[in-house]
């Protein structure tokens, strides 16, 4: 990475299930067998048993173990401590950390906001270099609690504000209804990146738009498909980062999800299954679900030329 002029931000933990994440601690000390949505779909019990992570002083116990270990990990490439090397731009609490379930008691909330306010503390103890951030999807990952949302990112060790945008995971954009769909899911958009450009402006921190992206065109996930509506959706979103980064604005980058670069699908269903070559897209979603892969020509150009504004104004954009 630091060959190519990349940085990387680490994220250390999951609240999803697709790389053990939150619900595997918790089955480690309780013994509960892991819950797998995938398996049961049983989401409400899945975000709630993450959820329980927070307060489970083992599980607190192994996850900082494992963050001492990463972070005073020694590169074997370039043999320095992951701590002291500038190719990481942040440490990242976990991918989507939410406080819980909606309605759940209020005193969960304040579990939250203290488990991060702790957990940044922490890697700052081990590594004052590095930025911090929380991985947050917004107030969306937020329980629809703007509030909770800045209490949880006003801690003085969380260096900046992460949002995420997902207009189809949200219900708002249906890739098989486009033309009746895509303008109130450009609408929606629209308001909840401001909403946190104001949250951001409000707590004096900067921003970043970690993860945003729209599958193929009419829901299909295969390579040949087109990508009109992603094209588009992305020149629009870029457009109001720009904006805004112009103006002197808190957005100071953007990472599209995702790069799938070279990597392809193995099977007419679109499942990955080991051994398989790697897309951008987890293992439990459809490969070309979001992957930009390097045939992509349309979409690469969006986004090598909002990279080259960014780049112009001392910001940053990338996968
Ligand atoms: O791939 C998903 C990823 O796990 C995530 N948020 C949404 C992505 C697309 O569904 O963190």
Redesign the pocket.
């Known amino acids: 990475m630091a060959r190519r002029g990349m940085k990387a931000v680490l994220y250390l933990n ?1 609240y ?1 299930q ?1 790389s053990g994440g939150m619900n595997q601690y918790v089955s480690w000390v309780t013994g509960r067998p892991v819950v797998d949505p995938d398996v049961s779909g049983d989401w409400p019990r899945f975000i709630a048993t993450s959820a329980e992570f927070y307060r489970l002083p083992e599980a607190q116990d192994l996850y900082r173990r494992y963050l001492r270990h990463i972070i005073e990990r020694r590169n074997t490439v370039n043999g320095r401590l992951y701590r002291d090397d500038p190719t990481i731009m942040a440490w990242q609490l976990a ?2 950390p939410r406080p819980g379930v909606h309605g759940q008691d209020p005193a969960l909330n304040d579990v939250f906001v203290q488990w991060v306010a702790e957990t940044a503390a922490y890697i700052k103890r081990l590594d004052p270099k590095h930025l911090v951030s929380t991985g947050s ?1 917004g107030s969306w990952g937020s329980l629809d609690d703007m509030d909770l949302y800045k209490r949880a990112h006003r801690d003085p060790n969380v260096d900046y504000l992460t949002v ?1 945008l ?1 207009i ?2 949200w219900s708002w954009f249906d890739a098989k209804n486009p033309e009746a769909t895509y303008p109130t899911a450009v609408a929606n958009a629209e308001r909840y990146l401001r909403e946190h450009v104001q949250a951001a402006r409000e707590l004096g921190k900067p921003l970043v738009l970690e ?1 945003f ?1 729209v599958e193929r065109d009419g829901g299909d996930y295969r390579i040949e498909s087109s990508t009109h509506y992603r094209d588009r959706f992305l020149t629009t979103v870029y457009a109001w980062v720009l904006e805004d980064a112009r103006g002197g604005g808190p957005f100071m980058g953007s990472n599209l ?2 790069w799938g670069g070279a990597g392809r699908a193995r099977h007419p269903d679109l499942v990955w299954r080991p051994g398989d070559p790697f897309t951008g ?2 293992p439990q ?1 459809p490969q070309g ?2 992957s930009v892969f390097d045939i992509d020509r349309g979409t690469l150009a969006v986004i090598r030329a909002h990279a080259r504004e960014m780049n112009r104004l001392g910001r940053a954009a990338g996968p």
């Open positions: 999951n999803w697709w991918n989507e999807e995420h997902w189809k995971n993860e992206g999800w995702t897209d987890p979603e679900l979001n």
